[in-house]
């Protein structure tokens, strides 16, 4: 393998990010992508589906996690400090 340059294009950044690559393509390459799903949950779903074709994600709930996600956010203080 050939160390060679990856370009990505993430949503929201105005200027790609070009970092050294050594996949098997041997060659400069351009990744792209367009929504948030794609960029987080799409890589998830395809390493699950390696495994077994019945794929499902599940986001666990405050009870799971014992966090309180729910939870009313505290107002800054804006005070001196």
Not at 42 to 70: C, G, K, M, S
Request: charged share 30%; hydrophobic share 35%; with cysteine.
């Amino acid at each position: 393998m050939v160390l060679h340059q990856v370009t990505t294009v993430y949503p929201g950044l105005d200027v790609p990010v070009v970092e050294p690559c050594s996949c098997a393509s041997d060659v400069d390459h351009v990744e792209v992508y367009p929504t948030w799903s794609e960029l987080v949950v799409e890589p998830l779903r395809r390493a699950l589906r390696r495994r077994t074709e019945d794929v499902t994600i599940r986001f666990l709930d405050d009870e799971e996690t014992e966090h309180p996600w729910n939870a009313t956010p505290a107002p800054l203080d804006d005070g001196p400090r």
